[in-house]
Protein backbone atom coordinates (compact mmCIF):
# COMPACT_ATOMS: atom_id res chain seq x y z
CA UNK A 1 0.00 0.00 0.00
CA UNK A 2 2.64 2.31 0.49
CA UNK A 3 4.20 1.81 -2.33
CA UNK A 4 0.87 3.24 -4.06
CA UNK A 5 1.21 5.98 -2.20
CA UNK A 6 4.33 7.02 -3.20
CA UNK A 7 3.56 6.13 -7.00
CA UNK A 8 0.68 8.57 -6.19
CA UNK A 9 2.89 11.29 -4.68
CA UNK A 10 5.38 11.14 -7.28
CA UNK A 11 2.60 11.99 -10.25
CA UNK A 12 2.13 15.00 -8.11
CA UNK A 13 5.27 16.02 -7.64
CA UNK A 14 6.13 15.62 -11.57
CA UNK A 15 2.74 17.15 -11.98
CA UNK A 16 4.13 20.73 -9.84
CA UNK A 17 7.28 20.91 -11.68
CA UNK A 18 4.91 21.14 -14.68
CA UNK A 19 2.71 24.05 -13.51
CA UNK A 20 6.04 25.76 -11.32
CA UNK A 21 7.56 25.85 -15.24
CA UNK A 22 4.64 26.99 -16.88
CA UNK A 23 3.86 30.10 -14.55
CA UNK A 24 7.39 31.27 -14.51
CA UNK A 25 6.63 31.33 -18.74
CA UNK A 26 3.76 33.78 -18.12
CA UNK A 27 3.24 37.08 -18.97
CA UNK A 28 4.60 39.04 -15.71
CA UNK A 29 1.36 40.46 -15.32
CA UNK A 30 -0.01 36.95 -15.48
CA UNK A 31 2.85 35.83 -13.29
CA UNK A 32 1.76 37.00 -9.83
CA UNK A 33 -1.98 35.65 -9.37
CA UNK A 34 -0.60 31.78 -11.52
CA UNK A 35 2.47 31.87 -8.66
CA UNK A 36 -0.39 32.46 -5.96
CA UNK A 37 -2.51 30.17 -7.23
CA UNK A 38 0.18 27.28 -7.65
CA UNK A 39 1.68 27.85 -4.04
CA UNK A 40 -1.57 27.78 -3.03
CA UNK A 41 -1.45 24.33 -3.88
CA UNK A 42 1.25 23.14 -2.78
CA UNK A 43 0.53 23.77 0.59
CA UNK A 44 -2.86 22.32 0.18
CA UNK A 45 -0.39 19.12 -1.24
CA UNK A 46 0.96 18.31 2.39
CA UNK A 47 -1.97 18.17 3.97
CA UNK A 48 -4.37 16.61 1.29
CA UNK A 49 -2.56 15.38 -1.94
CA UNK A 50 -5.96 14.27 -3.57
CA UNK A 51 -7.95 17.84 -3.25
CA UNK A 52 -4.60 19.13 -4.03
CA UNK A 53 -4.15 16.96 -7.62
CA UNK A 54 -8.14 18.01 -8.50
CA UNK A 55 -6.88 21.69 -7.71
CA UNK A 56 -3.74 21.09 -9.49
CA UNK A 57 -5.92 19.45 -12.37
CA UNK A 58 -8.23 22.99 -12.85
CA UNK A 59 -5.34 25.62 -12.56
CA UNK A 60 -3.28 23.28 -15.46
CA UNK A 61 -6.63 23.65 -17.51
CA UNK A 62 -7.18 26.97 -16.98
CA UNK A 63 -3.24 27.76 -18.01
CA UNK A 64 -4.10 25.76 -21.95
CA UNK A 65 -7.27 28.14 -21.99
CA UNK A 66 -6.04 30.78 -24.53
CA UNK A 67 -6.63 34.19 -23.24
CA UNK A 68 -7.99 37.23 -25.31
CA UNK A 69 -5.19 38.39 -27.96
CA UNK A 70 -2.81 35.89 -27.15
CA UNK A 71 -3.19 33.71 -30.11
CA UNK A 72 -4.31 34.88 -33.42
CA UNK A 73 -5.96 33.18 -36.45
CA UNK A 74 -2.87 31.13 -38.55
CA UNK A 75 -1.18 30.17 -34.77
Given amino acids: MAADDRLEDDELAR ?3 EA ?3 VRLLP ?4 ERGAR ?3 AICDLAKRDPGRAAARLEAFLST ?3 PRDGENTVGD
Fill in 20 to 22: HRR
Fill in 15 to 17: RLR
Fill in 28 to 31: AAER
Fill in 63 to 65: LDT
Fill in 37 to 39: RYL
